[in-house]
């Protein structure tokens, strides 16, 4: 299983980027893939997830801000972030599980597979 996001770069506070996560080796369809990120000195941490109904769950940080989005038929899953502000900057992380259960989509633990991760940098 390989998952690859791409899409990070640097933008200016109130700027937005989209990034994309493409996933092989698994079928898609049947994975709930989550979002994190990571700033420096900090811990990782859940910034959405997109359930393999497409139910779409958000870090209260980033609610009305970004959007979560899937396309199953190019095992592609998308994050548009709007508003960014420096507080975003972060290496953001794909992950994917096939048996995620609600309480545990937030975490990272309950995630099997990673990607690399694509640096996001938002000057003021």
């Known amino acids: 299983v390989q998952l690859q996001a791409c899409g990070g770069g640097l933008v200016q506070a109130g700027g937005f980027l989209r990034l994309s996560c493409v996933a092989s080796?698994?079928?898609?369809?049947?994975?709930?893939m989550g979002w994190f990120r990571q700033a420096p000195g900090k811990e990782r941490e859940f910034v959405a997830a997109?359930?393999?109904?497409?139910?779409?769950y958000y870090s209260d940080s980033v609610e009305g801000r970004f959007t979560c989005s899937r396309d199953n038929a190019k095992n592609t899953v998308y994050l548009q972030m709007n508003s960014l502000e420096p507080e975003d900057t972060a290496v953001y992380y794909c992950?994917?599980?096939?048996?995620?259960?609600?309480?545990?989509?937030?975490?990272?633990?309950?995630?099997?597979?990673w990607g690399q991760g694509t640096l996001v940098t938002v000057s003021s």
């Open positions: 992950a994917a599980d096939r048996g995620l259960i609600l309480s545990t989509l937030r975490h990272a633990g309950a995630y099997h597979y």
């Open positions: 080796g698994l079928t898609f369809r049947s994975y709930d």
């Open positions: 997109i359930r393999k109904s497409g139910h779409t």
